[in-house]
């Protein structure tokens, strides 16, 4: 065989090589899409009655006001999903509360909650966290934010 012969098979070989691998994934992709679309969107978030989470609200700004380093890890993922909530239903305009929390989040808490939640960054845009399966902004999930009833 010739030696132009030889080039042009294994470059053959090498792109069919790429497409059944590009293929793969796609077809990965899709199935992932389709099974988080199957997902009943009832089944998202942690319920939560209006007034426990106004009270949440109001609590977590009482906590995450001072710099005192007093707060929990479950401070953290609380902080986390109500925030989302507020961004999820755009309710950050509805309460001044609710746009107090929000901007001290983004202003002053959101870097420390990335660190101490040890996320990282992920699709949609959001942080995500495996050691505690919450993400931060993102996607709707089951748990990373509340279902206000």
């Known amino acids: 065989m010739e030696s132009k ?4 098979l294994l470059i053959l070989i090498v792109v069919s090589g790429i497409i059944c691998c590009c293929q793969s994934f796609g077809n990965a992709i ?8 199957q997902i009943k969107t009832d089944t998202l978030g942690i319920p939560i ?6 009270t949440l609200v109001n609590t977590l700004l009482g906590k995450f006001r001072t ?15 109500v925030v989302n909530t507020i961004e ?3 309710l950050e305009h509805k309460n001044e509360n609710y746009d107090e929390l929000s901007n001290l ?3 002053k808490c959101l870097e420390t909650t990335i660190k ?5 960054i992920s699709i949609g845009l959001g942080y995500y966290s495996k050691k505690y399966d919450i ?15």
Not at 5 to 8: A, D, L, V, Y
Not at 30 to 37: I, L, P, S
Not at 135 to 143: A, H, L, M, S
């Open 67 to 81: 710099t005192d380093s007093s707060k929990s890890i479950d401070d953290y993922l609380s902080l986390v999903r």
């Open 49 to 54: 009655k209006a007034a426990k989470f106004d």
């Open 5 to 8: 012969t030889i080039c042009r």
């Open 30 to 37: 899709f199935e992932a899409n389709c099974y988080v679309h």
């Open 105 to 107: 989040f983004f202003k």
């Open 135 to 149: 993400q931060i902004g993102g996607r709707k999930t089951r748990n990373n934010f509340y279902k206000i009833m």
């Open 116 to 120: 101490v939640t040890d996320a990282k």
């Open 88 to 90: 999820f239903e755009d």
